[in-house]
């Protein structure tokens, strides 16, 4: 209970950080600039939003390789539609990213066995966090050297890395062994009090199917974790062409680096509620460091935030339709 309620502190600390981060950035810049910057992209912002369609394309294929064989045949229109509504949810709620994929299980309900739908959101998580680190070391490999970054902000990235490394090792391990079950013994050993034997049983059945998923074979996982992987890396594409609106001179490299230095900087920094101020932040910093206009990074910001609530809007719309059709979601992160 008082972690709970720590947690909850934790959150709105960090909430409103980074809102007045982002009401100094709009004063130290001038808010007169920022929306002159936001008026040269116009009718731009459709296409802006529109690619985003080609990352949720990509992510949805990494999560249909998540399932264990024989693998449900779920169309893959309902796997885009749940992947959508479960991000929309994580992006507006403050349930540290983990609401949407309760979410994701109950949209998919009767379309296959709740064990291996939850086993899948688990492991597409996993294989997601993968593929975010792959993106980053492979784009530093590639932009690291021509990139004018301090050392001190090297070495962080670095440290950052490994440490982000190390920790996919942990939980691969984990996952293979059994997570769930051992981490709610773990749980009533520190005071969380029993739930019925039947609550653990399930928790085994999950352990089971996902430690059956990365028993079958490991290139069921390299393909989740690539897919991820091409989500993170169209980004890219979304930069490229924000610059473009904006008047930056643009070029792949450019548009990679920025890519590359923004998803390391939101993946130190995920402990804040949907990346408020922190995204902005990120981008001033990095149009600074790369000697580009800091007026224009937060214009960046600005407009990548424009997206994520589009598409959150229209993730919360599709939810809205399911529930009207099947009669409401209800959060069961254990299968029936």
Known sequence: MWGQRAFHIAERVFLISGVILFVFLLHELGVRTVVMNLRLVGWGIAPIVLQEILAYVANTLGWRAAFSSPRPQIPFAKLLTARIAGDAVNYLTPTATLGGEFVRTRYLHGQAESTSL????????????????????????????????????????????????????????????????????????????????????????????????????????????????????????????????????????????????????DGMLFFVPAKVGTQEGGKVLIFTVLGLDPGKGLALGILRRIRELTWALIGMLILSRHQLVSGGIGFQPVPD
């Not at 690291?144 to 070495?155: E, I, K, S, Y």
């Open 118 to 265: 939850v086993a899948s959101v688990a492991v597409a998580k996993l294989a997601q966090t993968i593929g975010q680190i792959a993106f980053v070391v492979i784009g530093l490999a590639f932009v690291l050297n021509d990139t004018p970054l301090p050392a001190a902000v090297r070495r962080g990235l670095l440290a950052g890395l490994a440490g982000f490394s190390a920790l996919i090792v942990v939980l691969v391990v984990a996952q293979r062994r059994g997570i769930f079950a051992p981490m709610l013994r773990f749980a009533q050993r520190l005071g969380l009090p029993e739930r019925a034997p039947e609550f653990t049983r399930r928790l085994q059945r999950l352990d089971e199917e996902i430690a059956r998923f990365h028993g079958d074979t490991n290139s069921a996982l390299l393909l989740s974790s690539a897919s991820f992987c091409a989500g993170w890396a169209l980004g890219v594409l979304e930069i490229y062409l924000i610059l473009w609106f904006l008047g930056v001179p643009v070029s792949v490299h450019r548009a990679l680096t920025i890519e590359v230095l923004s998803v390391a900087i």
